[in-house]
């Protein structure tokens, strides 16, 4: 699979960052429920409707796609998934999936990691065209269009809050060929058909554009969480390969000094024997999705939790989580728990 939703709100500003123009026509679109959109997959019905281009079916799944994932493209779009396993770019794609990272807070109606969208979206070498919270049938919606700044790619997107706990949904918009005539389009009739939903105006007041918002120290943090993530990833492929192999003495080097002085060599031996080994026994790889968060130590030094899985020989996800701190130079296990799946925290809960 070529590409990967990861790292939240940052990978899925890439995620359709890539491609050439086509000189298209606007698409003609039918109606489809988001329930339908969503295969009925979802723990919470929504009362959204979305426009389909007409020529847009529901395709089979990627392999790695999370559940709750649809994706919609054309028939020659959805075999080259089915024979390729990637998402179809020259087609172009409409997609739902359960959101990374990108949660949403009832408490305070917001989804966190998204208040500093435009300067996340500069990060990146983007720019903000625009963003816009509504509300529909008790549902929080925002919407947002990017535009890569050298090539002029477009990027649409929207989260969906489902008031079930903190989870969301992201629904991604991918024109042919990343053609901006096309999906420009298209995205002013389905966020024209949002707001007529909550109560607005079908045209946004003019200067509705996001404007871009300074950098402050929290959303720094959050960048460098996200790029310690991705480094850490190779520690947590080298401790499953290991933890597969039954090799106890290599977990145990792995694991931070301070965590084994912490429980005592003896119980961090006995738990990774007993519970770590038996559970990456028919491990066959790390699951491509997971969500980053920020660890706190006791003794308040600052880490990353992964909340991820493994796929093992049945292809069924099993959930883990790790923590990783850099102890003494390196990258090392603080704490490591496996077989539970933390409802909020990782992506999704059988």
């Known amino acids: ?51 389909v281009p007409v020529e847009y079916s529901l395709a089979k799944p990627m392999e790695d796609a999370l559940p709750s994932t649809s994706l919609w493209t054309t028939a020659a779009g959805a075999a080259g998934v089915a024979k390729k396993g990637q998402l179809p770019e020259h087609d172009g794609f409409l997609m739902g999936t359960v959101s990374l990272n990108v949660a949403y807070e009832a408490g305070t109606d917001t989804f966190p990691g998204t208040e500093n969208m435009q300067a996340l979206a500069e990060t990146q070498g983007m720019h903000l065209v625009s963003s ?11 919407t947002f269009e990017l535009q890569d700044k050298t090539t002029n790619t477009p ?19 991918r024109p042919p060929g990343n053609d901006a005539a096309i999906g420009d389009c298209y995205w002013r009739a389905l966020t024209s058909r949002l707001r007529t939903a909550a109560g607005r105006s079908a045209v946004p007041p003019a200067g509705a554009s996001s404007k871009p918002q300074a950098m402050d120290g929290d959303f720094a943090q959050q960048l460098q969480q996200m790029n310690s993530a991705k480094d850490q990833e190779g520690t947590i492929a080298d401790f499953a390969a290991a933890a597969h192999a039954g090799n106890v003495d290599a977990l145990m080097a792995m694991m931070a000094p301070s965590a084994r002085k912490a429980s005592g060599d003896d119980t961090v031996r006995a738990l990774l024997k007993d519970e770590v080994v038996p559970f990456f026994a028919k491990f066959t790889k790390v699951h491509s999705y997971a969500t980053i968060t920020r660890a706190e130590l006791p003794d308040g030094r600052e880490g990353t939790w992964h909340y991820t899985y493994i796929v093992d020989d049945t292809d069924k996800p099993k959930p883990f989580r790790i923590a990783i701190i850099e102890e003494e130079g390196r990258n090392a296990i603080a704490f490591i728990e496996v077989g539970k799946c933390i409802q909020g925290r990782h992506p999704f809960c059988n």
């Open 155 to 173: 990027i649409y997107g929207m989260y969906v809050a489902l008031n079930v706990a903190t989870n969301a949904i992201y629904v991604a918009y």
């Open 1 to 51: 699979m070529s590409t990967t939703i990861r790292n939240g709100a940052a990978a899925l500003i890439l995620l359709l960052a890539h491609g050439s123009a086509l000189a298209q026509s606007c698409p003609k679109t039918r109606d489809v429920p988001f329930d339908d959109f969503m295969a009925h997959d979802l723990t919470a019905s929504v009362p959204l409707v979305l426009p």
């Open 132 to 142: 816009e919270k509504l509300s529909i049938g008790g549902h929080s919606v925002l």
